[in-house]
């Protein structure tokens, strides 16, 4: 069997659209559709139902994708094998691809000097970095598009997944500079009425926060959310309200006075979690990536 319609298959059960599909796998529609069709007439069953509103695994095509995603981590076992002994049999210097998801605030404060490091000790190594937040990172290592991820989790719970803290991240309360509690040490009842720009839903230090305002007595805080911080960040910068964000991701606009600091109540910092799939195999190159940022990931903070 062509593995080229197995990764058209998973895609597609993970995508649930032949465009995104496509567009993934530098395809054309057309050729997913012969793919799948393919695939279908080969094993003998109906894999998707063809909705108006997307493609829908059936219960045959949900029970076989496992038994699929299973034939593709062995053929990534096979590759990496055979580039690992550089084709002579004689060990060599790990070769490979990785994919490895964390937010926002790790990829723009953290990862950037990591990935230059990775570069000179593990030049064989190609690394794709893929923001995502929590949900859609677990769901990235489900699927298999992620071999490794970083979550800003106190802690990870998911039975299926092997989780690891290898640093921590301080958080800070954000104003701007002439905001009335810039600078000054607040307590709870301080910030209750105040409007808060935070990270959108799943994201565990903004989540810990806005449970924490919604118990305080008096009128509830206004409550806006943004999937990029770098949005709720302008939003406080432009004097519209408070904010709480890694200090790593605000360091340079509180030394240029962009933005204040805000003594407010302690909020212990978020463990960043080494993430990977109990399930899949993780690679040499994975591992090579695993031991690098277990090294260098405390060291950048």
């Known amino acids: ?13 993970r995508t649930g659209s032949f465009t995104a599909t496509a567009a993934e796998l ?9 793919q799948i069709r393919t695939l279908e007439r080969e094993l003998g069953t109906r894999l998707f139902d063809r909705l108006s509103s997307g493609a829908l695994p059936t219960s045959a095509g949900r029970l076989l994708l496992k038994e699929a995603e299973d034939v593709l981590d062995a053929e990534a076992r096979l590759h990496a094998t055979a580039a690992a002994t550089n084709g002579d049999g004689a060990g060599g210097a790990v070769r490979g691809h990785v994919a490895l998801g964390a937010g926002e605030s790790l990829c723009a404060s953290r990862l950037p000097g990591v ?10 190594i190609d690394l794709h970095l893929h ?9 990235g290592l489900r699927t298999g598009r992620l071999d490794l991820v970083l979550l800003l989790e106190q802690e990870v719970t998911d039975a299926d997944l092997i989780a690891r803290p290898i640093a921590r991240e301080p958080l800070v309360y954000l104003a701007a500079p002439e ?8 307590e709870w009842d301080e910030l209750a009425g105040q409007s808060f720009f935070v990270h959108e839903q799943g994201c565990s230090y903004s989540d810990h926060l806005v449970r924490r305002l919604l118990t305080l007595p008096g009128p509830p805080p206004r409550l806006t959310r943004f999937g990029s911080i770098e949005a709720a960040r302008s939003c406080v910068a432009a004097g519209l309200g408070l904010t709480l964000l ?16 805000v003594h407010g109540p302690p909020i212990p910092p978020v463990p960043v979690h080494l993430t990977h799939h109990r399930r899949r195999w993780t690679s040499p190159a994975a591992r090579a990536v695993a031991d690098e940022l277990t090294r260098l990931m405390p060291a950048s903070g």
Not at 1 to 13: H, N, V
Not at 115 to 124: D, E, K, Q, V
Not at 246 to 261: I, K, M, Q, S, Y
């Open 246 to 261: 890694p200090r790593a991701t605000v360091e340079r606009h509180l030394r240029e006075g962009a933005l204040a600091e």
């Open 26 to 34: 530098h395809l054309a529609q057309s050729t997913v559709t012969v």
């Open 179 to 186: 905001h009335p509690l810039a600078g000054r040490a607040v």
């Open 1 to 13: 069997m062509d593995t080229r319609l197995l990764r058209t298959f998973a895609a597609l059960a």
């Open 115 to 124: 990935i230059a490091s990775l570069r000179r000790t593990h030049p064989g």
């Open 131 to 139: 923001p995502a937040g929590s949900a859609a990172a677990v769901e």
